[in-house]
């Protein structure tokens, strides 16, 4: 979304910017190798594109099967607008920090049968919130009201991951996400499909994943007259290359991911690439 667009019909230009995020993970656990406390991203979450902040604990069942719970702090906010829907109006829109807070609970491969299960709740909270005052002040009175976007979250999800050949996995899941938004219009349910494929290529590690969301909104939406519904597509790639220069702790880190969201509201179509590079060290 542009600052020289039109919210009533017109999509943003482009944007490009750096981010800087740390990734990796510090555990301890038990002599008898039972239990163990972890901090940071998960290696799991990295290569499927999920990659977030977590402490948690996680019970080792054997046979590589475990329970774990993660309480998903919030530390890294993203930016977001103040107000989204002063474009067109001359006026530049002005940043806030969105944070999610989440708690979380798995069991990864339950029984040894390769299936696993997750669910999660969490808020979302907007430092400032200001959502349609320009419009009700300026262009015709609306419920600002709907468009709050702060909100309790809600979150399953269910995959299998099993052999397809030597060294390669193929894992198939399925998602809900829940958002209580305090505005109805931006309250909405949400399915995500995602397949996801893990394989070695000599001292290559791969993890490629495509998944196709939909999402139904709750309310009519005060500027558009429309219920909102999204439909997205998306793709990610992570690489690791262990052992670098010789060194068994020291790996090079490539992730390559694409998203798109088509709605039925203009303003809200996007897309967006990621494209990192980095180093892992184990210690």
Do not use: C
Request: charge should be negative; hydrophobic fraction near 35%.
């Amino acid at each position: 979304m542009d600052d020289d667009a039109s919210p009533s019909s017109d999509k943003a230009k482009s944007d490009t910017s750096p981010v800087f995020f740390p990734l990796g993970e510090i555990s301890y656990t038990t002599s008898d190798g039972g239990n163990t406390i972890y901090l940071g991203t998960a290696r799991e979450d990295v290569a499927l594109g999920n990659a977030h902040f977590e402490i948690g604990y996680s019970r080792n069942l054997g046979e590589r099967s475990s329970i774990s719970v993660g309480f998903i702090p919030g530390l890294f906010s993203n930016e977001t607008w103040e107000d989204p829907y002063t474009v067109g109006s001359g006026l530049k829109r002005q940043d806030t920090d969105e944070s999610v807070t989440a708690v979380r609970v798995q069991w990864s491969n339950i029984v040894h049968s390769g299936l696993s299960l997750e669910a999660g709740i969490g808020s979302r909270e907007i430092d400032d919130e200001k959502s349609g005052n320009y419009w009700a002040n300026n262009v015709t009175a609306i419920d600002t009201g709907l468009l709050k976007r702060d909100a309790d979250i809600k979150y399953a999800k269910a995959s299998i991951r099993f052999p397809i050949a030597p060294g390669t996995m193929i894992q198939p899941a399925i998602s809900y996400l829940g958002v209580d938004a305090d505005g109805k219009a931006m309250a909405y349910d949400a399915i995500n499909y995602q397949i996801a494929l893990f394989t070695s290529i000599g001292n290559h590690r791969l993890a490629l994943s495509a998944d196709m969301s939909s999402a139904d909104y709750d309310g009519t939406h005060p500027i558009y007259n429309k219920m909102r519904e999204d439909s997205g597509l998306g793709f990610f790639l992570a690489h690791e290359y262990p052992n670098l220069f010789g060194y068994q702790s020291l790996s090079f880190i490539s992730l390559l991911g694409y998203d798109e969201s088509d709605s039925n509201i203009t303003f809200y179509d996007e897309e967006g690439w990621l494209v990192s590079v980095g180093l892992s060290l184990a210690f």
